[in-house]
């Protein structure tokens, strides 16, 4: 599945506007974008080779209230959205999948504000 993001004018952002272009983009990968926003949580959150196709409908009802039950925040708090660029692991941790969100190549803008 693939979701082309292409634009026609180019964004232009500050580093005070980070905190809202981050809210901005995660509300549009798992809000506004029903059915993609389903799948991409069911990616991140059940680690089976079978999450997006599974073998019967009880697994899918099962598969469904899973992904149901996590809101946005509940994923940023788990680890499944990661806004640093460091990738801490605990010793004993469950290896799963997760989104890390990094802004980065900011640059004076010219204007001589610090």
Same mark, same amino acid.
């Given at each position: 599945?693939? /979701?082309d ?11 005070f506007?980070c905190?809202?272009d ?11 974008? *029903?059915?993609?926003?389903? @799948?991409? @949580? ?9 999450c ?5 409908s ?6 469904? @209230?899973?992904?149901?039950?996590f809101?946005l925040?509940?994923?940023i708090? *788990?680890?499944?959205? *990661?806004?640093?660029? /460091? ?8 290896? @799963? ?10 640059s ?7």
């Open positions: 599945m693939r /979701k993001l292409i634009l026609s004018k180019p964004i232009y952002s500050s580093f506007s905190g809202p981050i809210q901005t983009i995660l509300k549009t990968l798992f809000v506004s974008s *029903r059915p993609y926003s389903d @799948k991409l @949580k069911r990616l991140l959150i059940i680690n089976n080779k079978d997006l196709k599974p073998i019967d009880d697994t899918e009802q099962v598969y469904q @209230k899973t992904i149901n039950s809101t925040g509940d994923l708090e *788990r680890g499944y959205i *990661r806004l640093n660029s /460091k990738i801490a692991r605990g010793t004993h941790e469950e290896i @799963k999948s997760y989104i890390l969100i990094s802004l980065d190549n900011f004076p803008d010219g204007s001589g504000n610090p």
